[in-house]
């Protein structure tokens, strides 16, 4: 049986299933070398969210792992010295890997690994990274352009998530051959199953208005006073805006609201970080999900708003955009930062059996986006 080292940096809802997935499947086995250090585990503020967050389902259960000793002098994810593990590489070579799995090569140990093993066993890769938004000069493309060519020179193939995310990898020198399809994914199955947790009732919405929902964090680049805006142009009074989340705007987002005429604020929303258990109640008690950012590599809110049987409205600037949203069959794409153009997508929820009717359509589409997918791939790859 071939070993497999995975590098990551901390424990993720969205990774730990795959890990235990392959665990379970015994065709490969794994190892996962979280290098922030067991540090990560004592240091919950996420400042994202502006808040600390324990996250409320399982992320170390059912898989083989180890925290390997982070020695910066900044620890974290937030700059390329953050990750500094020097034992790293002994303790990959010391359990006896056939190959490595690394996530993310921007930190100096996840770069130092892509070199160290490069030629001498096979280096994966796993990215979600797209080339949206890049504004840059000819020179200052040219030069990055050289840079992260030279960066993946070191790794033999990658596991991309989508269509950018595969036109990113391509653009950086990997060849169709170097690429394998692995999707974004969520846990499906939880967000499918009927939850009780009715939002609604908490924030005090009517049952048969229309109700678009945005959760996540509440940061500059989510875009949402351009969600706000365009919301304040709805002139159906059964129209409700639910916010849930927190972040360094938080305080700026409720002050726009608290500026705007009563007649539409009231009809405005603001609640608190939902944790995963309850997220699946949230989802079923809307009807709309809309994800409005400036600048989002994927967009995984917009799986589970799918999997919980959501249409959705997906901003341009979003990596899932093209791959998870059927214009006018499960929802709609909307230019980033232009309320203009994101109320006239919102107009076409005029009733909610036709966001119900869409919203099935998101629940077949993502059945296949799913951990399966990604734990396949890995196994026929590896």
């Not at 790293?88 to 070199?115: P, Q, T």
């Not at 990215?127 to 030069?143: A, C, E, M, P, V």
């Not at 849930?244 to 305080?251: A, D, F, K, L």
Request: a positive charge; proline letters at 3%; hydrophobic letters at 40%.
């Amino acid at each position: 049986m071939k070993k497999l080292a995975i590098i990551t940096t901390h424990p993720i809802q969205y990774n730990a299933p795959v890990f235990k997935m392959l665990h379970e499947r015994g065709v490969i086995k794994t190892k996962v070398f979280y290098t922030w250090g067991e540090a990560v585990l004592e240091n919950k503020f996420d400042p994202g969210f502006n808040k600390e967050i324990q996250w409320d389902v399982p992320l170390l259960d059912g898989y083989d792992y180890q925290f390997v000793k982070n020695h910066s002098s900044d620890p974290g994810s937030h700059h390329f010295f953050g990750i500094k593990n020097s034992t790293l590489i002994n303790d990959i070579e010391n359990w006896g890997a056939d190959a490595v799995l690394i996530f993310g090569w921007n930190f100096i140990s996840h770069y130092k690994c892509m070199r160290y093993f490069k030629n001498k066993i096979p280096v994966y890769f796993r990215g979600d990274s797209t080339n949206l938004q890049r504004s840059y000069s000819f020179f200052k493309k040219y030069i990055r352009s050289l840079f992260l060519k030279y960066i993946y020179k070191h790794i033999d193939k990658a596991f991309y998530v989508g269509h950018h995310n595969k036109v990113y990898f391509q653009s950086v020198g990997l060849k169709d051959n170097q690429l394998v399809y692995a999707p974004h994914a969520i846990d499906n199955v939880r967000f499918m199953e009927t939850n009780s947790m009715n939002f609604r009732i908490v924030y005090n919405i009517p049952s048969d208005s229309i109700l678009f929902l945005y959760a996540g964090k509440f940061e500059k680049v989510k875009s949402l006073h351009t969600l706000i805006g365009a919301f304040s142009e709805i002139k159906n009074d059964s129209a409700y805006l639910l916010l849930i989340g927190n972040g360094p705007e938080e305080n700026n987002l409720k002050n726009f609201i608290n500026d705007l005429p009563s007649v539409i604020k009231n009809r405005i929303r603001v609640g608190d970080f939902v944790n995963q258990k309850e997220m699946p109640g949230l989802y079923q008690s809307a009807d709309v999900f809309i994800l409005p950012s400036n600048s989002e590599t994927w967009g995984l809110s917009v799986n589970e708003a799918m999997a919980s049987g959501m249409s959705v409205i997906v901003s341009d600037a979003c990596g899932c955009a093209v791959d998870l949203v059927e214009v006018g069959v499960n929802g709609y794409i909307f230019k980033h930062s232009d309320p203009q153009s994101l109320l006239e997508k919102m107009k076409y929820f005029s009733e909610k059996k036709i966001a119900k009717s869409m919203g099935l359509l998101s629940y077949d589409k993502i059945k296949t986006w799913n951990f399966e997918s990604i734990v396949n791939a890995l196994e026929t790859t590896i």
